[in-house]
């Protein structure tokens, strides 16, 4: 049975915030809270863990996660970031979307798209996830929460908890964070693509011109 943690999400409590992060060292996946629907996450290098978001989500091997980091400068640790994009991620972070960059080689080989050598990296605008991330020292392997065959994210942790109870070991109540899914915005090349418009969208478009 899932732990259920009611964690305020403007002023997160740091006994809990460091409980979660204790038990996502020992393997846990977690039901989270971000800053558009919630997510499942588990420790960036926690194979078993993966496999098990995988068995949610029912991905195959092909699917990649996204890196949840804290701010810019570990984006630019994991991504190649050149003048414009810095600061076009700049003046977009922490917010609601999902950049799809040139990885580093200090990038997870198991997160990166095996062809063309990318990666998908967000910091999103929540204070629980920050908390979360500044206890850890460390990114969170990421992906939005849909539990098949629905197309819609979850947005509220009662939803959560009733259907993953036995598959997740967390489930983080920080309130409803509606069901609009981040803005992709695929940026390996040249000029940036949004490839999927979801929350920001409209204010992505005007930053960028």
Not at 99 to 114: D, G, S
Not at 138 to 165: K, N
Request: charged fraction near 30%; include cysteine.
């Amino acid at each position: 049975m899932a732990e259920f943690f009611h964690i305020h999400p403007e002023n997160p409590q740091p006994r809990l915030v460091r409980q979660v992060v204790a038990r996502l060292r020992e393997g846990a996946v977690m039901a989270y809270p971000t800053d558009s629907c919630y997510a499942l996450g588990s420790m960036l290098d926690d194979k078993a863990a993966a496999e098990r978001i995988r068995a949610i989500r029912r991905f195959d091997k092909h699917h990649l996660f996204t890196l949840v980091c804290r701010d810019l400068s570990e984006i630019a640790r994991y991504a190649r970031v050149d003048n414009r994009q810095y600061r076009a991620l700049k003046a977009s972070t922490p917010g609601p979307y999902t950049f799809i960059l040139r990885a580093t080689k200090q990038a997870p080989r198991r997160l990166l798209h095996e062809k063309r050598k990318t990666i998908g990296l967000r910091v999103p605008d929540s204070r629980i996830v920050a908390a979360m991330l500044d206890e850890l020292d460390d990114a969170i392997s990421s992906c939005t929460l849909i539990l098949p065959p629905d197309d819609q994210p979850v947005a509220h942790p009662d939803d959560a908890r009733d259907a993953l109870d036995r598959a997740v070991d967390i489930v983080i109540d920080g309130g409803d964070c509606g069901t609009d899914p981040t803005t992709v915005v695929d940026w390996s090349g040249e000029t940036p693509e949004i490839t999927r418009a979801g929350r920001g969208a409209a204010a992505w478009e005007e930053r960028i011109v």
